[in-house]
């Protein structure tokens, strides 16, 4: 299965406190991508990290990828009770077909 | 700009029954997806169109479920005869090509009983 797995499954911190999220895939990839949903909602795009990048920022969002490892992780810093949500990484492989991981659980205490 | 619309957002029906799903993509969007998501688990590619023609319907059970997208802009999914294992959020997505990010709309949660 091309299927992206994320770790931990559920992750629950305090408001201002870092969050890290960490993706593990299979096979080769022409893109790495991190989506955010809330409950009940469809997903949000958050992030886009392409094979040859091996960090990018965007905001309070920093996304790691190595191919070596074929993993990448996301890291949410001084966190929100907003940020409560479901994180799902998704590899593409080729003609923007999106592979998605079984998501991340993240619970930011207030 | 308005976002990927979906209808319903719930349906419940019985198991055997027919059900229909309906998606509006973003205006001017040329590729087309359809996911399932079931509890729990992250959202898999069922269908993606490029304007009116399929792409990838690999992963699409073609003995009960079906998908078009007649003129290239709005698209359902029909699901005949529906299973207790296909409750589940049906999400649809659009993107301006094959290569750009996707948006996704809200979904359409089905119960099967």
């Known amino acids: 299965s091309q299927q992206g797995e994320e770790d931990p499954q559920a992750l629950s911190i305090q408001e201002g406190e870092n969050a890290t999220m960490n993706c593990s895939y299979k096979?080769?990839?022409?893109?790495l991508q991190w989506y955010r949903q809330n409950s009940g909602r469809g997903l949000v795009h958050l992030i886009l990290?392409?094979?040859?990048?091996r960090e990018k920022h965007s905001g309070r969002l920093r996304v790691t990828l190595d191919t070596s490892k074929k993993s990448s992780s996301l890291l949410i810093t001084a966190s929100r009770a907003a940020d409560t949500a479901s994180y799902f990484c998704?590899?593409?492989?080729?003609?923007?077909?999106?592979?998605f991981g079984t998501g991340t659980r993240l619970t930011v205490i207030p | 700009e308005a976002g990927v619309a979906q209808s319903p957002r719930y349906k419940i029906i019985e198991k055997r029954q027919s059900v229909a799903f309906w998606c509006n993509p973003i205006?001017?969007?040329?590729?087309l997806y359809w996911y399932q998501q079931i509890l729990g688990q992250g959202p898999k590619l069922l269908i993606q169109?490029?304007?009116?023609?399929?792409?990838?319907d690999s992963q699409l059970p073609k003995d009960r479920f079906s998908a078009e997208r007649l003129k290239g802009v709005d698209s359902t999914l029909k699901i005949q005869p529906a299973k207790l294992e296909d409750s589940a959020v049906y999400l649809c997505?659009?993107?301006?090509?094959?290569?750009?990010?996707?948006?996704f709309g809200p979904g359409t949660r089905l119960l099967v009983l």
């Open positions: 997505a659009s993107s301006s090509t094959a290569q750009e990010t996707q948006y």
């Open positions: 096979t080769s990839i022409n893109n």
């Open positions: 990290i392409r094979s040859n990048e």
């Open positions: 998704a590899t593409e492989t080729g003609a923007n077909n999106l592979f």
């Open positions: 205006s001017g969007h040329a590729t």
């Open positions: 169109f490029q304007n009116n023609g399929v792409v990838d």
